[in-house]
Nanobody, 112 residues
Framework: QVQPVQSGGGLVQEGGSLRLSCSSH????????VHWYRQAPGKQRELVGS???????TYVDSVQGRFTISRDNAGLIIYLQMNDLQPEDTAVYYC??????WGQGTQVTVSP
C-alpha cells in the first residue's frame, strides 16, 4: 500500500482555521472513500470524517458544521478545512484511503 502524503497543520488560536491536505498518485485513491482520523494525547484514534468517490462527506458530531472535507477535480488530493478550531481539536491528524496506507500524520495545536 502506498502511503498518502499530508501537508498543512500547525499552531492556531482558538476560533482560527487551518487546512490539511492529503495526496496520492494512486488511481485507487480517487475510486474509493478517503477518511480523516485524529489522535489526541492519551486518547484512541478517532474517525473525524470521510468523503466518497463522488464527493459526499460525512462527519463526527463534534466537528459537524466546522470541518469540511473535499476533493480536488482529479480526486487525488483530499482537503480537510477546519474552521472555528477549539482546544479540544488539538491532535495529530491522519488521512487514509480505503485501500491505501496511512498518511504520515500532521500536528494541529489549538491554543486557548
Amino acid at each position: 500500500q502506498v502511503q498518502p502524503v499530508q501537508s498543512g497543520g500547525g499552531l492556531v488560536q482558538e476560533g482560527g482555521s487551518l487546512r490539511l491536505s492529503c495526496s496520492s498518485h494512486e488511481n485507487i485513491f480517487r475510486r474509493y472513500s478517503v477518511h480523516w482520523y485524529r489522535q489526541a494525547p492519551g486518547k484512541q484514534r478517532e474517525l473525524v470524517g470521510s468523503i466518497s468517490p463522488i464527493g459526499s462527506a460525512t462527519y463526527v458530531d463534534s466537528v459537524q458544521g466546522r470541518f469540511t472535507i473535499s476533493r480536488d477535480n482529479a480526486g487525488l488530493i483530499i482537503y480537510l478545512q477546519m474552521n472555528d478550531l477549539q482546544p479540544e481539536d488539538t491532535a495529530v491528524y491522519y488521512c487514509k484511503g480505503e485501500f491505501s496506507g496511512w498518511g504520515q500524520g500532521t500536528q494541529v495545536t489549538v491554543s486557548p
